[in-house]
């Protein structure tokens, strides 16, 4: 078992190691715009790493996932505003709250299958964003800033707070990567492949199946809201509209990884990388880009299920993240 | 003998990566039965599937009346003249008795088989045609299959495992009609696993092993102790 | 008073929420599929309806003799040619096709219309009301509510007394069987969401005079109906006009709290309802 395993394990982790020092050497050698640009993008990829999570592996077909990225950042604000934390500490916060709230959600929500549960996380986030909304102290719907002192608790320097924000977005980023590549290997991980084949085509769900879906949706929600907190905090400004925004936080994560290719690890990745291209080309385009990003997800969901990398896979039996799924 | 109204041309079918038949070739007489039988998991029901085209089927692997059918969709299958009468009955359980007939009359073919025949092929349908199909007795069930066939007026009705799960007694009520139905010259395949009953009803028999046809012919042709060999897969002697 | 007349009015917009749940329960009903664009096709309706009325001076509920047609064979379309081909033991396909068709739809109405909130005229009978008691109706929240029971109740009949509606009923009962016996299983699933889509019209119109509509405005009412099917009960079409009613009735109670509870009133009590009666008030029976 070890002897089959450790190898590609070992490969990955090496992968990984060099790719985390190459970006979190940034600061040195990249650009303000460039750290930006670099950041959000490990922020699309830990949110999509985990959408395909939940989707592609635990069959929980989220479309709500703006909850736990709003929630965090919202915590993030109170803990730095009423809680007078320094940010870096409201960020563990920003965790416990999302994963708190998915725990609160999910037995009511697993009560729903399929396209219903579906909409149902959509009603959980709308519901939690009308929470905030309703609430004067954070400022309703116009929403608040961060005040100036509670920025510089983490470096004096703006350079100095760019590069903070920076790695963190690149420890989520690499860190979902790494958690989820661990999480598909292990025994649960395979429960849950296997749940998913099974369970959706039956429609018959056990305990052990409940329980291995609850923790998974628990966890993403954490993670959702950490990465949320920090995005925020590189915003440092937020709002209802902007903190649970369905486009922002679910639609293009569903996007991207339905297109790069939904089961995969490798096809959050990759379109996330497309769907940076993608926008850098069509930006001036407004709607448009949505319009044929949508339209390339159907496209991707009735020719090719399997996505960019699954078309990748049969034509070169390529595998970045060996993970040992076969598929149909 | 006269052209086969039905015939199978080395069928191979299975679901996904998994073959259930293979080579399988046989042919049915106009007004004539045909029985199959074999052991439970020899791919008898995946025979009746593939000739309806439930399940994948080459071209030119099933021929009716000489022209190849193997292309033609389930659903049209019924216009053709070609029905089934599903392994354990599958009746729609929100429809009534009559609702269940109606509906397959709606899509089959014009002819004498109506609703009121049925009811006169077997009466207790009739007095219970306003009731839930599901809510019948199995054998009453298995006449609301059957009589579900008859409304579409096929030439070719094939029947799998119409005893399943029912009393001796309620099987024999229910082949009883069988013979009634053949006279008005329907050709039938009855696939069935208690051998004695397709011996007594078919013209010509076929013996499905593990996928493969292990004996055919003309029914008079073989004893029961050969049938019965060749159904646990043992060699002709 | 107030409460009372809150009730009366939550009644009466549950009549709403009734036939944008009566669209999703019936395709639900026939072949298993949840449309995730249906409010999206809800406000395209509004908008063909607004560029006919506009190009022919049409009145708005006139209209709906060119709308109701056109929706249905668009169902049709996008059933028979893609949505059907999304069908099968896998249910992310259906999900997600649906949720880009509606992102589609939404980015699609804000290139054309951009993003000013419209509304369709229908003349007087927007602001008339009739006296019952001491409460006052308004005539336009009563036609809705009567439109909705009457689509329902001709939907009710349909089902189990016509041809079609029977072939609805063997096909979501066991679609390879109803395939063996002849029916046209694509067609049937086609067929529902043709009917689906007629319903989606009318709630069109009915939405775009009684309210303000903008491109966006689709999933908001996805997810009013989406609660009443729920609340009422899977699969039980006067289950949606009680779910819709129920939803109706909370968000006019919370509105009478404040508005900001208007909306989130109903999603309370639709996770209450969840919470205590999952299958709904009214479960059918199988």
Redesign the interface.
């Given at each position: 078992m070890t002897q089959r395993l450790s190898k590609p394990a070992l490969r990955v982790g090496l992968g990984l190691i060099v790719v985390a020092v190459i970006f979190a050497s940034a600061p040195l050698w990249a650009g303000r715009a460039d750290l930006r640009l670099i950041g959000e993008f490990m922020s699309f990829l830990a949110l999509a790493v985990l959408w395909n999570l939940l989707a592609g592996y635990a069959g929980l077909m989220s479309v709500g996932q703006q909850a736990f990225v709003g929630l965090g950042g919202y915590m993030l604000f109170i803990g730095v505003i009423f809680l007078g934390l320094n940010p870096l500490v409201a960020i563990p916060l920003a965790i416990v709250a999302g994963a708190v709230a998915g725990a609160i959600f999910a037995p009511l929500l697993f009560r729903l299958e399929g396209a219903y549960f579906a909409i149902g996380t959509w009603v959980a986030a709308e519901t939690i964003a009308l929470i905030f909304s309703a609430i004067p102290t954070l400022g309703a719907g116009a929403g608040m800033s961060l005040p100036v002192d509670a920025v510089r608790a983490i470096a004096d320097s703006r350079d100095g707070r760019e590069a903070v924000v920076y790695w963190l977005l690149v420890a989520f980023g690499l860190g979902t990567v790494a958690f989820a590549f661990a999480l598909i290997r292990s025994k649960p991980g395979l429960s849950l492949m296997a749940l998913r084949d099974n369970a959706l085509a039956a429609g018959s769900v056990g305990v052990d199946i409940w329980k291995a879906r609850f923790w998974t949706y628990v966890a993403v929600a954490g993670a959702s809201g950490g990465i949320g907190a920090v995005i925020f905090l590189q915003k440092l400004r937020i709002s209802p509209t902007s903190a649970f925004s369905l486009t922002d936080w679910t639609v293009v994560i569903i996007f991207i990884v339905v297109i790069g290719g939904i089961g995969r690890l490798e096809g959050a990745i990759i379109g996330t990388i497309l769907y940076f291209v993608l926008r850098e080309l069509l930006i001036d385009f407004g709607a448009v880009y949505m319009i044929v990003l949508g339209i390339a997800a159907i496209l991707t969901m009735l020719w090719s299920r399997s996505g960019i990398w699954g078309g990748v896979e049969k034509r070169f039996g390529w595998s970045l993240l060996p993970t040992r799924r076969t598929r149909h | 003998m006269a052209d086969p109204i039905l015939s199978v041309r080395g069928l191979s079918s299975g679901y996904g990566d998994f073959q259930a038949l293979f080579d399988v070739s046989f042919d049915l007489a106009e007004a004539s039965v045909l029985g199959v039988v074999g052991a439970n998991g020899a791919g008898k029901s995946t025979l009746f599937k593939s000739i309806m085209g439930l399940l994948p089927r080459g071209g030119d692997m099933v021929a009716f009346r000489g022209k190849p059918i193997g292309h033609v969709r389930s659903d049209r299958m019924a216009r053709l003249g070609i029905v089934m009468v599903p392994e354990g009955r599958r009746l729609f359980r929100s429809l009534t008795v009559e609702e269940n007939l109606n509906i397959a009359a709606d899509h089959g073919r014009k002819g004498d088989w109506s609703p009121r025949r049925v009811y006169d092929l077997f009466p207790i349908l009739g007095e219970k045609r306003r009731q839930q199909a599901t809510q019948l007795s199995g054998g009453q069930q298995q006449m609301v299959a059957i009589g579900r066939a008859l409304v579409a007026n096929p030439d070719v009705v094939l029947f799998d495992e119409i005893s399943l799960g029912l009393a001796p007694i309620v099987v024999n009520d229910v082949y009883a009609a069988l013979p009634k139905i053949i006279e008005t010259g329907i050709s039938a395949v009855v696939v069935e696993q208690d051998v004695d009953r397709v011996m007594k009803l078919a013209d010509s028999l076929v013996c499905l092993v593990e996928g493969h046809v292990a004996l055919s012919g003309a029914a008079s042709e073989f004893t029961k102790a050969q049938l019965t060999a060749a159904y646990f897969g043992e060699e002709p002697a | 008073m107030n409460l009372i007349d809150a009730i009366v009015q939550g009644i009466l917009l549950g009549g709403l929420y009734a036939l944008f749940a009566a669209g999703l329960s019936l395709i639900f009903g026939v072949m298993r599929?949840?449309n995730?664009a249906h409010g999206d096709f809800i406000v395209l309706a509004a908008y063909i309806a607004m560029v006919i009325i506009q190009s022919t001076g049409m009145n708005a509920f006139a209209s709906l003799i060119l709308v109701v047609p056109l929706m249905a064979a668009l169902g049709y379309v996008i059933q028979r040619f893609?949505l059907n081909?999304?069908l099968g033991?896998?249910?992310?396909?259906?999900?997600?096709?649906?949720?880009?068709?509606a992102?589609?739809i939404?980015?699609?109405l804000?290139?054309v219309f951009e993003t000013n909130t419209r509304r369709l005229s229908a003349g007087p009978i927007e602001t008339a009301s009739v006296a019952v008691g001491p409460i006052s109706l308004g005539v336009l929240p009563l036609l809705t509510f009567a439109v909705a029971v009457g689509l329902i109740l001709l939907l009710e009949v349909g089902f189990f007394r016509s041809?079609i509606g029977?072939?609805f009923?063997?096909t979501?009962?066991?679609p390879?069987?109803?395939?063996?016996?002849?029916?046209?299983?694509r067609h049937i699933f086609a067929l529902a969401m043709a009917l689906s889509f007629a319903v989606i019209a009318v709630a069109g119109v009915l939405l775009a005079v009684r309210s303000n509509f903008d491109p966006f405005s689709g999933?908001a009412r996805?997810?009013y109906g989406?609660?009443a099917v729920?609340i009422g009960g899977l699969g039980s079409l006067w289950g949606t006009l009680a779910g819709g009613i129920v939803i109706g009735v909370s968000q006019a109670i919370g509105a009478q709290i404040?508005p900001?509870?208007q909306?989130?009133a109903g999603?309370?009590v639709?996770?209450a309802v969840?919470?205590i009666k999952?299958r709904g008030l009214f479960p059918r029976m199988d």
């Amino acid at each position: 078992m070890t002897q089959r395993l450790s190898k590609p394990a070992l490969r990955v982790g090496l992968g990984l190691i060099v790719v985390a020092v190459i970006f979190a050497s940034a600061p040195l050698w990249a650009g303000r715009a460039d750290l930006r640009l670099i950041g959000e993008f490990m922020s699309f990829l830990a949110l999509a790493v985990l959408w395909n999570l939940l989707a592609g592996y635990a069959g929980l077909m989220s479309v709500g996932q703006q909850a736990f990225v709003g929630l965090g950042g919202y915590m993030l604000f109170i803990g730095v505003i009423f809680l007078g934390l320094n940010p870096l500490v409201a960020i563990p916060l920003a965790i416990v709250a999302g994963a708190v709230a998915g725990a609160i959600f999910a037995p009511l929500l697993f009560r729903l299958e399929g396209a219903y549960f579906a909409i149902g996380t959509w009603v959980a986030a709308e519901t939690i964003a009308l929470i905030f909304s309703a609430i004067p102290t954070l400022g309703a719907g116009a929403g608040m800033s961060l005040p100036v002192d509670a920025v510089r608790a983490i470096a004096d320097s703006r350079d100095g707070r760019e590069a903070v924000v920076y790695w963190l977005l690149v420890a989520f980023g690499l860190g979902t990567v790494a958690f989820a590549f661990a999480l598909i290997r292990s025994k649960p991980g395979l429960s849950l492949m296997a749940l998913r084949d099974n369970a959706l085509a039956a429609g018959s769900v056990g305990v052990d199946i409940w329980k291995a879906r609850f923790w998974t949706y628990v966890a993403v929600a954490g993670a959702s809201g950490g990465i949320g907190a920090v995005i925020f905090l590189q915003k440092l400004r937020i709002s209802p509209t902007s903190a649970f925004s369905l486009t922002d936080w679910t639609v293009v994560i569903i996007f991207i990884v339905v297109i790069g290719g939904i089961g995969r690890l490798e096809g959050a990745i990759i379109g996330t990388i497309l769907y940076f291209v993608l926008r850098e080309l069509l930006i001036d385009f407004g709607a448009v880009y949505m319009i044929v990003l949508g339209i390339a997800a159907i496209l991707t969901m009735l020719w090719s299920r399997s996505g960019i990398w699954g078309g990748v896979e049969k034509r070169f039996g390529w595998s970045l993240l060996p993970t040992r799924r076969t598929r149909h | 003998m006269a052209d086969p109204i039905l015939s199978v041309r080395g069928l191979s079918s299975g679901y996904g990566d998994f073959q259930a038949l293979f080579d399988v070739s046989f042919d049915l007489a106009e007004a004539s039965v045909l029985g199959v039988v074999g052991a439970n998991g020899a791919g008898k029901s995946t025979l009746f599937k593939s000739i309806m085209g439930l399940l994948p089927r080459g071209g030119d692997m099933v021929a009716f009346r000489g022209k190849p059918i193997g292309h033609v969709r389930s659903d049209r299958m019924a216009r053709l003249g070609i029905v089934m009468v599903p392994e354990g009955r599958r009746l729609f359980r929100s429809l009534t008795v009559e609702e269940n007939l109606n509906i397959a009359a709606d899509h089959g073919r014009k002819g004498d088989w109506s609703p009121r025949r049925v009811y006169d092929l077997f009466p207790i349908l009739g007095e219970k045609r306003r009731q839930q199909a599901t809510q019948l007795s199995g054998g009453q069930q298995q006449m609301v299959a059957i009589g579900r066939a008859l409304v579409a007026n096929p030439d070719v009705v094939l029947f799998d495992e119409i005893s399943l799960g029912l009393a001796p007694i309620v099987v024999n009520d229910v082949y009883a009609a069988l013979p009634k139905i053949i006279e008005t010259g329907i050709s039938a395949v009855v696939v069935e696993q208690d051998v004695d009953r397709v011996m007594k009803l078919a013209d010509s028999l076929v013996c499905l092993v593990e996928g493969h046809v292990a004996l055919s012919g003309a029914a008079s042709e073989f004893t029961k102790a050969q049938l019965t060999a060749a159904y646990f897969g043992e060699e002709p002697a | 008073m107030n409460l009372i007349d809150a009730i009366v009015q939550g009644i009466l917009l549950g009549g709403l929420y009734a036939l944008f749940a009566a669209g999703l329960s019936l395709i639900f009903g026939v072949m298993r599929l949840v449309n995730i664009a249906h409010g999206d096709f809800i406000v395209l309706a509004a908008y063909i309806a607004m560029v006919i009325i506009q190009s022919t001076g049409m009145n708005a509920f006139a209209s709906l003799i060119l709308v109701v047609p056109l929706m249905a064979a668009l169902g049709y379309v996008i059933q028979r040619f893609i949505l059907n081909k999304t069908l099968g033991d896998d249910l992310l396909p259906p999900i997600l096709v649906t949720f880009g068709l509606a992102v589609v739809i939404q980015n699609t109405l804000l290139t054309v219309f951009e993003t000013n909130t419209r509304r369709l005229s229908a003349g007087p009978i927007e602001t008339a009301s009739v006296a019952v008691g001491p409460i006052s109706l308004g005539v336009l929240p009563l036609l809705t509510f009567a439109v909705a029971v009457g689509l329902i109740l001709l939907l009710e009949v349909g089902f189990f007394r016509s041809r079609i509606g029977r072939a609805f009923r063997a096909t979501s009962d066991d679609p390879a069987t109803a395939q063996a016996i002849g029916v046209d299983t694509r067609h049937i699933f086609a067929l529902a969401m043709a009917l689906s889509f007629a319903v989606i019209a009318v709630a069109g119109v009915l939405l775009a005079v009684r309210s303000n509509f903008d491109p966006f405005s689709g999933p908001a009412r996805l997810i009013y109906g989406f609660e009443a099917v729920i609340i009422g009960g899977l699969g039980s079409l006067w289950g949606t006009l009680a779910g819709g009613i129920v939803i109706g009735v909370s968000q006019a109670i919370g509105a009478q709290i404040s508005p900001a509870f208007q909306t989130l009133a109903g999603h309370l009590v639709f996770f209450a309802v969840l919470a205590i009666k999952p299958r709904g008030l009214f479960p059918r029976m199988d």
